[in-house]
């Protein structure tokens, strides 16, 4: 009988790791997607439990069903991912959660880089030859982050099209964004800087609903997303209140809410 392969459980940057293999069947997400819904209905006055689905990127189906060897960690909201100046190791992609990043300067001043959501690559500067990470990775929300060795990335990049051709969209559409973020911050007021900002923290780029819940944030994390002052954030939050922009809720019921109509102030002239 052949021996049972040794348990590959193990730490990763203080987060819970294991091994992630393409033919391992991943377990359901308990607290995103994968939460289990009592979604109660009536069949011949039968009454019936149906799991809902847990969210599929991309990213994570091309590493399952390509077997990239990969590891897993989880991150609480607040957790360092990884440091400025820490040794850059592997590419990192956020299967769950929103990842912050931001930057210090030899004077001490800290500035955000950008706000990564859930099927974001992270760490990518390391395919590029960076040794050295030249930003601070912070968890926003609870995070499920995936690790691919550089030289395992770079390997898999040479030989598979698929994963080739969605790393270029990812770069693609990041460049994108980092254009569009040094446009808000030269051209745009205030205001606009800010909406534009929570429309982005509840992922209002790519869904139709009539609102959504924006994550748990602070109010010197928004100062520094927007280069705005603290005063200036409170003044603008109440403003977006009065006027049925954000609407706030229980925490059973979602939290702070940012309704669609928000976006009647970045498209404004």
Same mark, same amino acid.
């Given at each position: 009988?052949? !021996?049972?392969?040794? #348990? ?14 393409? +033919? ?8 995103? @997607? ?11 006055? +039968?009454?019936? *439990?149906?799991? $809902?689905? !847990? ?8 590493? *399952? ?11 609480? !909201?607040?957790?360092?991912?990884? $440091? ?13 959660? *929103? ?5 210090m300067s030899p004077q001490g001043r800290t500035a955000v880089v950008c706000? %990564?959501? +859930?099927?974001?690559?992270?760490? =990518? ?7 050295? &990470?030249? #930003? ?10 995936? *690790? ?5 990335? &770079?390997?898999?990049?040479? @030989?598979?099209? $698929? ?9 693609? $559409? ?16 205030? =205001? ?5 900002? %929570? %429309? ?11 609102? /959504? +819940?924006? !994550?748990?944030? #602070? ?17 603008l939050m109440n403003s977006f209140r009065k006027r049925g922009f954000l =609407?706030?809720?229980? %925490? ?7 309704? /669609? #109509? ?8």
């Open positions: 009988m052949a !021996p049972r392969p040794p #348990s590959s459980r193990h730490r990763v940057d203080g987060g819970r790791s294991h091994d992630v293999r393409g +033919a391992a069947r991943p377990r359901a997400d308990r607290t995103a @997607g994968g939460t289990e819904m009592a979604l109660r209905q009536r069949d011949g006055g +039968a009454m019936t *439990r149906q799991r $809902a689905r !847990p969210t599929a990127h991309k990213g994570g189906i091309l590493f *399952r069903s390509l077997h990239v060897a990969t590891t897993s960690a989880t991150f609480e !909201p607040f957790a360092t991912i990884f $440091a400025q100046g820490d040794r850059c190791a592997d590419v990192m992609y956020i299967e769950k959660g *929103r990842v912050k990043l931001s930057a706000e %990564l959501q +859930a099927g974001a690559l992270l760490g =990518e500067g390391a395919l590029a030859g960076q040794r050295r &990470r030249k #930003s601070s990775a912070e968890a926003m929300t609870a995070c499920t982050i995936i *690790r691919i060795a550089t030289a395992e990335m &770079r390997r898999r990049l040479h @030989g598979e099209v $698929a994963l080739s051709d969605w790393l270029r969209s990812q770069m693609l $559409a990041r460049n994108a964004r980092l254009e569009q973020d040094i446009v808000d911050h030269i051209f745009n007021g205030t =205001e606009k800087r800010l909406a534009r900002a %929570l %429309l982005l923290l509840a992922g209002f780029d790519g869904h139709q609903l009539p609102r /959504r +819940a924006l !994550p748990r944030i #602070s109010r010197t994390a928004l100062t520094d997303m927007c280069g705005l002052t603290r005063g200036t954030v409170d003044r =609407e706030r809720q229980t %925490l059973q019921n979602g939290g702070l809410q940012i309704h /669609r #109509s928000m976006m009647n102030v970045v498209l404004q002239d």
